[in-house]
């Protein structure tokens, strides 16, 4: 159900691909302030994964969640009738603090409804739904956005809405039952206190490089639509189709490649390629731009998704203790959320005064160093923690 509502929210993710050519072609900002606007994003999501994951080990996933959802409906409502840099920021600022409390807290719920040995495998099943709705998302976002770019914000907005209104619904009681278990067990046991994870230096080295895989991968979502839109010369509706078959795409194989990763390789060799597949979906763009070779990267792209993200989400989870998943996730989220304020403005503004080439093939040495690094820091920061079971070492 957990990934139901998640289908249905994802569902409605049309705005934030086609932000950066609603920008330039809509309302006629320059890229490099498309980026600066962009980046606004990222820090409304430091801020949300920061209150996200401090709040839900005080209230509870429920709750935030049920607000998050909730919340978001009006304020994409109002995206529209902002046209200036300066107030389009504000209003993606105040949006994504409020969407990205969510994200924490759905990982915890993950975490207390999955069972251990199939922790990785759960958040792969959550991701499945985001890229099912994100395959549909931009692909119905393109058509839509050729007649009028406020179908955008409303339908993410009826997205939110559903989502919230099916989450409250089925979780309510359930979400009653288990706080007067919990409240039992409290009383049977004293929980012990755990440290904070912006104290364990271990796990902050592992969040700055996953902020640096984000300021790679994240260029899809920035300057990749922009670099279709004005180099490779797609159209609105072919550049949905792309998106939409990446979305497709991770639905097909996720399931299968997660299981492949678990049974054959470790945590550190799986980060290892995942990551260098990533880099070489984006150096590749730096040598030709045809059709096929974008369809090709993009397979790439999502193969080094599939074998990235989940695990990353595991690792986190794998690192922290029974009572402070909840910062860890938020901490972890953080680092995403950095890279979405970086990403933007670095992304676009190389693009602008080096070229899209110089771009790409930076992005491609970064994340095979990024790669590198991973395969070293991850059996490093998980070898004390006594819960890793020795398959995953």
């Not at 330039?24 to 302030?33: D, G, R, V």
């Not at 049977?188 to 912006?198: M, R």
């Not at 939409?244 to 299981?259: A, C, D, H, R, T």
């Amino acid at each position: 159900m957990l990934a139901l509502v998640m289908l249905i929210n994802r569902a409605g993710s049309m705005v934030l691909p086609f932000l950066g050519v609603y920008m330039t072609n809509h309302l006629h900002f320059s890229i490099e302030n498309s980026g600066i606007v962009l980046s606004f994003f990222g820090i409304g999501s430091v801020i949300g994964s920061w209150l996200g994951g401090m709040i839900t080990d005080k209230i509870g996933e429920y709750r935030v969640q049920s607000l998050s959802l909730l919340l978001s409906v009006p304020l994409f409502c109002l995206i529209p009738l902002f046209t200036t840099e300066a107030g389009l920021a504000g209003i993606i600022l105040a949006q994504s603090i409020v969407s990205e409390t969510f994200r924490p807290a759905n990982s915890v719920a993950i975490t207390k409804y999955a069972k251990p040995e199939n922790i990785t495998r759960a958040f792969s099943l959550n991701r499945m739904a985001v890229n099912l709705g994100f395959s549909i998302g931009p692909a119905l976002g393109g058509i839509l956005s050729a007649i009028s770019y406020e179908f955008l914000f409303f339908s993410n907005a009826l997205a939110a809405l559903l989502a919230g209104l099916m989450y409250i619904w089925f979780f309510k009681d359930r979400t009653r039952l288990a706080k007067q278990k919990a409240k039992k067990v409290k009383e049977a046991i004293v929980i012990k206190k755990e440290s904070s994870p912006y104290r364990d230096r271990k796990f902050l080295i592992y969040c700055a490089f996953c902020m640096l895989f984000s300021i790679c991968f994240f260029q899809l979502f920035s300057t990749l639509t922009i670099f279709y839109k004005d180099t490779a010369h797609l159209s609105q509706q072919n550049i949905g189709y792309i998106l939409g078959y990446s979305g497709f795409l991770i639905v097909l194989l996720e399931m299968g490649l997660v299981q492949v990763a678990e049974k054959y390789f470790n945590l550190a060799f799986t980060m290892l390629i995942g990551t260098f597949l990533c880099g070489v979906s984006y150096a590749m763009l730096a040598f030709d731009y045809s059709m096929i070779t974008l369809v090709l990267s993009m397979t790439l792209l999502c193969v080094g998704e599939i074998w990235t993200l989940p695990f990353m989400s595991t690792i986190t989870a794998l690192r922290s203790g029974e009572n402070n998943k909840g910062a860890y996730m938020g901490l972890n989220g953080i680092s995403f959320s950095i890279a979405f304020i970086i990403t933007p403005y670095i992304g676009t503004l190389i693009a602008e005064k080096l070229g899209f080439n110089i771009l790409w093939i930076g992005t491609g040495v970064l994340a095979v160093a990024i790669a590198v690094g991973f395969y070293f820091i991850v059996p490093w920061m998980l070898k004390d923690k006594n819960k890793v079971k020795e398959d995953l070492m």
